[in-house]
């Protein structure tokens, strides 16, 4: 049985490409970037050229680049190394933030900060109204993701971060999930911090950066000898760093043919499954939604066993129920849309990459529709009509 | 994270559906919580002649539907009734620490069959004698 992967947003396969780029700063070129002699100079080569690799994806200057371990920890290291200066005031989030934000958010909640969760609407998208008003005398911060893992959505950023300027805060965006994906510029968007992720463009686990604008003032999290303009020490990840760099660079160089072929492979999938099985629901916005992103809900059953099934066909793909989220509560992304938690629990995430194809997809809208029909016999909740 | 046999009785569920004017039917669980059980039995002479059962819910819910039925068929009723939700899950191998609270309630739903059995057979009496351990109410219990 062949194994199709729809599950890109969880997680992408190093390009070989980077891999290629990554190898010699294992066993040959290992130096520490800190250190003056051949060694460490090529390692410090190494990391800047990468460092310059990032800033060019973003429109960013190369100053304003700090590697992390990760989007998590670029997430972290944005909301609490900002706020950190200050005496505790007021910030804001989305209500379908990552929880890389959610719970840096709540951590600041409870050292005194106060928070106010932006809802959204039916598709996804942040309610301008309240966005505005949430702003108070003593807002330092708003944070608002780019795109949403679960539903796909895409943010008004721009509009975002000026509505956050005029009321003189800060704004930050959690991009881990767009950044290689569509096509990014710090300066056009206004925002003041941005956080990405390797491992969701093709590059390495373990490696991240956080964009942060030039004049914006954060306290390190992460103390030690002082690395990444002091912001985030610890020896720099080197072979992570590069590849990182590398596979960016390779993103945004293929983004011209990749981003319409996976939006058509994404709408094709959406028509397919939503045609060919009732009672079902796209979720997130219709079009302003990441190329590779399909989710939906099925009604009458539950999204673990729908998953389950789908592994044994060979169909790797994710689901916001409770089971598959491993509480008892459904993806709080998808409660956030307005659905009960009845249909919530039936929710399933299709995120495609740049290795699927068509025949991949046509499988897929084969192979569901009987999956549901097995499940819906088997539910005490269905009743044919 | 499932044992073979959790994905087996997943995979290839035994005695799936609802028979048809039983003689005793119990659910449990609640749509929103992601889990609902109902079980149906027929009894002949004090023993399970048959069960089927329908279940929405994760693998775990499912394979521990699926088990209980094929622990109870040709038992007892007092027999039945002395299974519990932890004896599914070890007949499955085991379950994920996770899944034993939330989706384990195959026992339960079973229970709550043989109590509507006897109830309907005019046997109330002998629900405190047979059904030591019914299923309190719980948060699950809604329906």
């Keep these: 049985m062949k194994s199709v992967y729809f599950d890109h947003a969880a997680t992408t396969?190093?390009?070989?490409?980077?891999?290629?780029?990554?190898?010699?700063?294992?066993?040959?070129?290992?130096?520490?970037?800190?250190e003056l002699h051949r060694l460490g100079r090529e390692a410090r080569t190494a990391v800047e050229r990468a460092r310059s690799q990032v800033a060019a994806g973003l429109g960013a200057g190369e100053k304003e680049i700090v590697f992390t371990a990760g989007g998590t920890e670029a997430d972290n290291l944005a909301l609490i190394g900002y706020l950190q200066r200050f005496e505790p005031g007021h910030f804001i989030i989305g209500a379908i933030e990552h929880p890389a934000v959610m719970e840096a958010a709540r951590a600041l909640n409870r050292l005194g900060?106060?928070?106010?969760?932006?809802?959204?609407?039916?598709?996804?998208?942040?309610?301008?109204?309240?966005?505005?008003?949430?702003?108070?005398?003593?807002?330092?911060?708003?944070?608002?993701m780019y795109a949403n893992n679960v539903v796909g959505t895409i943010q008004p950023i721009a509009a975002l971060a000026r509505i956050a300027h005029e009321k003189g805060?800060?704004?930050?965006?959690?991009?881990?999930?767009?950044?290689?994906?569509?096509?990014?510029?710090?300066?056009?968007?206004?925002?003041?911090?941005?956080?990405l992720s390797g491992h969701k463009l093709y590059g390495p686990k373990g490696i991240g950066a956080l964009y942060v604008k030039r004049g914006t003032r954060l306290t390190p999290m992460v103390h030690g000898g002082g690395h990444e303009r002091r912001l985030r020490s610890g020896t720099e990840n080197v072979p992570g760093i590069v590849g990182l760099g590398a596979a960016l660079e390779l993103a945004q160089a293929e983004m011209a043919e990749t981003r319409p072929r996976l939006e058509a492979l994404r709408d094709h999938l959406a028509h397919g499954v939503l045609e060919s099985v009732p009672d079902t629901r796209y979720l997130g916005h219709p079009t302003e939604r990441l190329p590779g992103n399909v989710a939906f809900t099925v009604r009458y059953i539950e999204g673990e066993s729908m998953l389950l099934q789908l592994d044994t066909h060979g169909f790797m793909v994710?689901?916001?129920?409770?089971?598959?989220?491993?509480?008892?509560?459904?993806?709080?992304?998808?409660?956030?849309?307005?659905?009960?938690?009845?249909?919530a629990h039936g929710s399933l995430r299709l995120s495609l990459g740049r290795e699927n194809t068509q025949a991949e997809a046509?499988?897929?809208?084969?192979?569901?529709?009987?999956?549901?029909?097995?499940?819906?016999?088997?539910?005490?909740l269905y009743v044919k009509g | 994270m499932y044992t073979d046999l959790v994905m087996d009785h997943f995979s290839n569920p035994r005695n799936v559906g609802e028979?048809?004017?039983?003689?005793?039917?119990?659910?449990?669980?609640?749509?929103?919580?992601?889990?609902?059980?109902?079980i149906s039995i027929d009894v002949d002479d004090d023993r399970i002649a048959d069960v089927k059962f329908k279940t929405f819910g994760c693998g775990a819910a499912v394979a521990t539907s699926s088990m209980v039925t094929e622990m109870v068929k040709g038992q007892t009723l007092a027999a039945a009734a002395a299974i519990s939700n932890k004896a599914v899950a070890e007949a499955l191998g085991g379950l994920p620490p996770n899944?034993?609270?939330?989706?384990?309630?195959?026992?339960?739903?079973?229970?709550?069959?043989i109590q509507d059995y006897l109830i309907k057979a005019g046997r109330e009496a002998e629900v405190p004698q047979i059904l030591k351990a019914l299923p309190k109410a719980h948060e699950h219990s809604s329906l």
């Excluded at chain 1, 900060?113 to 330092?140: K, N, S």
């Excluded at chain 2, 003689?23 to 992601?34: H, K, L, R, T, Y």
């Design chain 1, 13 to 34: 396969p190093v390009d070989p490409r980077v891999l290629e780029q990554m190898l010699p700063y294992f066993c040959e070129r290992y130096g520490n970037p800190s």
């Design chain 1, 113 to 144: 900060w106060a928070v106010d969760f932006i809802p959204v609407d039916g598709d996804g998208v942040i309610d301008m109204e309240a966005y505005e008003q949430a702003f108070r005398d003593d807002t330092r911060l708003a944070s608002v």
């Design chain 1, 169 to 195: 805060a800060v704004f930050h965006t959690d991009a881990v999930q767009c950044v290689g994906s569509v096509p990014i510029d710090v300066g056009a968007l206004g925002v003041d911090m941005l956080s």
């Design chain 1, 318 to 343: 994710s689901s916001g129920s409770a089971c598959a989220s491993g509480s008892l509560e459904p993806s709080h992304v998808i409660l956030a849309l307005g659905l009960g938690a009845e249909e």
């Design chain 1, 362 to 380: 046509d499988a897929f809208i084969e192979v569901f529709p009987p999956i549901v029909d097995k499940l819906r016999q088997m539910s005490p």
């Design chain 2, 19 to 38: 028979i048809e004017d039983a003689d005793g039917v119990g659910q449990i669980g609640n749509p929103v919580c992601g889990d609902v059980m109902r």
């Design chain 2, 99 to 113: 899944k034993m609270h939330c989706s384990n309630l195959a026992a339960d739903a079973l229970h709550l069959a």
